[in-house]
């Protein structure tokens, strides 16, 4: 039993939903020989932990344009009872710039979304990793955040900078399609040019900066929770970039606080 919780639930019984969602994304790109990587906080978890972070409730995977969009495709022709991909295609008021993978046998509901026609299961955030040009890296992260946030106040959602509603309030008439259509352009500008640099355009976190392209197609397997699940080769390189000593504990005041977003849940 952990010490930590979520919603009165145990933080194991979500980990435990949560491990059988990476597991079914990991059987898919085995066998369809798509690119994937585990991100962020779950490297470290990896590497630190060889599984969970025990307070942390989420896994974090990402994948090549490339890919995640044949990830997208292959999800949308192959429909499943247990599990749901998530993103603004499969559901068009879906508000992120990246897509989740949801487990059909819970309950999940997060509050900036409670009242959106969507699926609200358990999930794992799946983000692509865009080609970019360093020289205008910023201006294609402001224009898919741009666009993702005239999508939210479509959606009936304010902003808390008064300013920036009142820019977004008038492309808010357009349609979700085309909404949807220039959030994906944005981020995949330069989708057709091989470029040495990468970044996760479609959640900018942690500083925005280049990423060499090879640390998400160099990777190598790694023990999590006692799954093979594949991670940078250069993790240690990427994760200090990116967190500085993420080896090092943080202190227990500043990691307890868990999922206070999350209004209904069952698992």
Same mark, same amino acid.
């Not at 059987?27 to 020989?33: A, F, T």
């Not at 023990?223 to 080769?233: A, K, L, S």
């Given at each position: 039993m952990s010490k930590y919780k979520v919603c009165g639930y145990d933080m194991k019984v979500l980990h435990?939903?949560?491990?059988? %969602?990476?597991?079914e994304i990991?059987?898919? *790109?085995?066998?369809?020989?798509?690119?994937?990587?585990?991100?962020g906080g779950s490297v470290i978890g990896a590497v630190r932990h060889n599984g969970f972070i025990p307070w942390d409730h989420?896994?974090? %995977? *990402? +994948?090549?344009?490339?890919?995640?969009?044949?990830?997208?495709e292959y999800c949308a022709k192959h429909p499943s009872e247990?599990? !749901? !991909?998530?993103?603004? !295609?499969?559901?068009?008021?879906?508000?992120?710039? =990246?897509?989740? +993978?949801?487990?059909?046998?819970?309950?999940f509901v997060e509050k900036e979304l409670a009242n959106l026609p969507l699926h609200h299961g358990v999930f794992?955030?799946?983000?692509?990793?865009?080609?970019?040009?360093?020289?205008?890296?910023?201006?294609?992260?402001?224009?898919?955040?741009? =666009?993702? *946030?005239?999508?939210? %106040?479509?959606?009936?959602?304010?902003?808390?900078?008064r300013i920036k509603q009142f820019c977004y309030t008038p492309f808010s008439w357009l349609p979700y399609?085309? %909404?949807?259509?220039?959030?994906? *352009?944005?981020?995949?500008?330069?989708?057709n040019y091989n470029t040495k640099f990468v970044y996760k355009v479609a959640h900018p976190?942690?500083?925005?900066?280049?990423?060499?392209?090879?640390?998400?197609?160099?990777?190598?397997?790694?023990?999590?929770?006692?799954? +093979?699940?594949?991670?940078?080769?250069?993790?240690d390189e990427f994760l200090r970039k990116r967190y500085g000593n993420y080896m090092q504990f943080p202190p227990e005041s500043e990691v307890y606080d868990c999922c206070t977003s999350i209004v209904e849940c069952k698992l």
């Open positions: 435990q939903r949560q491990l059988e %969602i990476a597991i990991d059987r898919i *790109c085995r066998e369809q020989g798509f690119k994937y990587s585990l991100y989420d896994i974090d %995977i *990402c +994948m090549p344009r490339k890919d995640y969009q044949k990830f997208l247990k599990f !749901f !991909f998530s993103n603004y !295609f499969s559901e068009p008021k879906y508000p992120n710039n =990246w897509g989740k +993978m949801r487990h059909e046998e819970t309950v794992i955030d799946v983000h692509p990793i865009d080609n970019i040009n360093p020289l205008f890296l910023k201006t294609q992260v402001v224009l898919a955040s741009f =666009w993702a *946030c005239v999508h939210h %106040i479509k959606t009936g959602r304010s902003h808390p900078n399609k085309f %909404i949807n259509k220039c959030r994906d *352009c944005a981020m995949r500008v330069f989708e976190n942690n500083g925005v900066y280049p990423i060499p392209r090879n640390t998400f197609e160099d990777l190598i397997e790694h023990d999590f929770e006692g799954y +093979m699940f594949f991670i940078p080769r250069n993790y």
